[in-house]
Nanobody, 121 residues
Framework: QVQLAESGGGWVQAGGSLRLSCTAS????????MGWYRQAPGKQRELVAD???????NYVDSVKGRFTISRDNAKNTVYLQMNSLKLEDTATYYC???????????????WGQGTQVTVSS
């Protein structure tokens, strides 16, 4: 089993910045993609950004140029630096990762519990 621990959410005024962190722990042999999703009230969960191991980051259009995703493989941690935050960025942000517990085991998808980001005017 893999656990994801998120931190860094909170309240910020529009134009401000926040940095989210998510660390994976447990029975981990290898992690492929790590990423962040978000879900606003009444809306579907959407991909914000993800980054494959050794690959290029992918962003939803609405955050390009404002958010930066990065990962530290030695720490099994993924970060999301969010700058120039807008009211519409308000949502619960969920960490997501695909990991396997061994060479002959399938990769599985894991979710964090979510961290709230609130942007106010």
């Amino acid at each position: 089993q893999v656990q994801l621990a998120e931190s860094g959410g909170g309240w910020v005024q529009a134009g401000g910045s926040l940095r989210l962190s998510c660390t994976a722990s447990g029975s981990i042999f290898s992690i492929s993609t790590m990423g962040w999703y978000r879900q606003a009230p009444g809306k579907q969960r959407e991909l914000v950004a993800d980054i494959p191991d050794g690959g290029t980051a992918n962003y939803v259009d609405s955050v390009k140029g404002r958010f930066t995703i990065s990962r530290d493989n030695a720490k099994n941690t993924v970060y999301l630096q969010m700058n120039s935050l807008k009211l519409e960025d308000t949502a619960t942000y969920y960490c997501n990762t695909r990991a396997t517990r061994g060479r002959y085991y399938a990769y599985m998808t894991y979710w964090g519990q979510g961290t709230q980001v609130t942007v106010s005017s």
